[in-house]
């Protein structure tokens, strides 16, 4: 089945390390986002790519990079990880080609845990 | 930006009440309101949306309601079920915000058999 897969689903670490989140997609949609979760605060956008060579930031970028590999791959960096970016971070994609362009297909998330 | 505010934050019903939770929005440029329904341990899926030139939609026992003059929106849950346990998102996209979606806090809904 086309979906949306997140590597590694469950990371714990240490303050000052690097961290990679990767996400895979099979659905061939062109549009993905990450986006952290945490309770109370819902979802929030931390960065989004319409396409290979698109690259936005969204609310809550600070502390965080990407990159867009090709057009199934999305991959989310913590330089150096800090306790307050402990969260469960989540993929998603979207299609521009059809009107749910703003229909968002979630990956299964990532938790991860800074100590 | 825009904001979106989700009210409650919890909320507890009896198995075949009715469940509302309710969202309000800063941004009048909004045009997209979606609810995502989040399981225990799983990815949020879209269960319903609405478009601002509509003002209620229904599916099944799930109907959502838009108030643009007043900037809020509904979830209405009929018949609840356990399976209805879950957390709700409700968010807004406006073309102020990049066509990006801004959600809601979520509600924590628990159905009691």
């Known amino acids: 089945d086309a979906d949306v897969t997140q590597t590694p689903r469950n990371r714990i670490t240490k303050t000052g390390k690097r961290i990679m989140l990767e996400c895979s997609q099979t659905?061939?949609?062109?549009?993905m986002y990450w986006y952290r979760q945490d309770p109370g605060l819902g979802l929030r956008l931390i960065y989004y790519?319409?396409?290979?060579?698109?690259?936005n930031k969204g609310e809550i970028s600070d502390g965080y990079s990407v990159s867009r590999q090709a057009q199934a791959k999305f991959s989310l960096s913590l330089e150096s990880a800090i306790p307050n970016q402990t969260a469960l971070y989540f993929c998603?994609?979207?299609?521009?080609?059809?009107?749910?362009?703003?229909?968002?297909?979630f990956g299964a998330g990532s938790r991860l845990t800074v100590l | 930006g825009e904001n979106v505010e989700q009210h409650p934050s919890t909320l507890s019903v009896q198995e075949g009440d009715s469940a509302v939770i309710k969202c309000t929005y800063s941004?009048?440029?909004?045009?997209?309101f979606p609810w995502y329904k989040q399981e225990l341990g799983k990815r949020p899926q879209l269960i319903i949306d609405?478009?601002?030139?509509?003002g209620e939609k229904k599916d099944q026992r799930i109907a959502v309601t838009l108030n643009k003059t007043a900037k809020h929106f509904s979830l209405h849950i009929t018949e609840t079920q356990p399976e209805d346990s879950a957390v709700y998102f409700c968010?807004?996209?406006?073309?102020?915000?990049?066509?990006?979606?801004?959600f809601g806090g979520g509600t924590r809904l628990m159905v009691k058999p």
């Open positions: 998603a994609t979207s299609d521009s080609r059809y009107s749910g362009a703003n229909v968002l297909t």
């Open positions: 609405i478009r601002s030139n509509v």
């Open positions: 941004d009048s440029a909004s045009n997209y």
């Open positions: 968010a807004a996209r406006s073309n102020n915000a990049g066509n990006m979606l801004t």
């Open positions: 790519s319409f396409d290979v060579k698109d690259i």
């Open positions: 659905k061939g949609h062109d549009r």
